[in-house]
């Protein structure tokens, strides 16, 4: 019944090591977004493609990326992670991008930066 | 930036009403007003959404006030798998700018 799958749920990587996270879903939805919460605060929008239309948030860092191969594949790219980095990374789907459209999320993955 | 206003925690009873506000002074004709919850290690989900008119659904209620500048969520029978962050949000924009930019939540806790 998992409508929208994050993998891994627990991510460990080293200072300065690329790091791939993803994102799949089964709903066909249109929308994909990858947020990060860091401990204790509220989810932040990276950035979200709109079919294959990529829309990054003004203050994502450089250093995150994201891929999306097709429908139902995202990918959220740290080329180098610092320390404070260290979140947990959530994908999220909409069918569409109105007022109106519920976001489905998945349950996360979260990333340790040792 | 969240334009928001919530209390940051709040308790209540199990199986007691929960009216959970939300202040939205700068709120736009076109904004809708969304709740979303997380539950622990979980990532958030929806719970409702409206615009002007008091909505129901089966999770929750969500009454809007006239001006529109304020909300609240009520649960009608607070149970322990209830307690959670919850998030009033404004929806923005459209088309490719549309996003929920999440605030700061209030924290429930439910009492057995």
Known sequence: ????????????????????????????????????????????LLFHYYDKDFNNEADTPDNFQSRRPNTSFCFLDIRSPGLGDAAMYLCATSREAGPTDTQYFGPGTRLTVL | ?????????????????????????????????????????????????????????????????????????????????????????LSEGGGSNYKLTFGKGTLLTVNP
């Open chain 1, 1 to 44: 019944d998992a409508m929208v799958i994050q993998n891994p749920r627990y991510q460990v990587t080293q200072f300065g090591k690329p790091v791939t996270l993803s994102c799949s879903q089964t709903l066909n939805h249109n929308v994909m977004y990858w947020y990060q919460q860091k401990s204790s605060q509220a989810p932040k």
């Open chain 2, 1 to 89: 930036d969240a334009k928001t206003t919530q209390p940051n925690s709040m308790e209540s009873n199990e199986e007691e009403p929960v009216h959970l506000p939300c202040n939205h002074s700068t709120i736009s004709g076109t904004d809708y007003i969304h709740w979303y919850r997380q539950l622990p290690s979980q990532g958030p989900e929806y719970v409702i959404h409206g615009l002007t008119s008091n909505v129901n659904n089966r999770m929750a209620s969500l009454a809007i006030a006239e001006d529109r500048k304020s909300s609240t969520l009520i649960l009608h029978r607070a149970t322990l798998r209830d307690a959670a962050v919850y998030y009033c949000i």
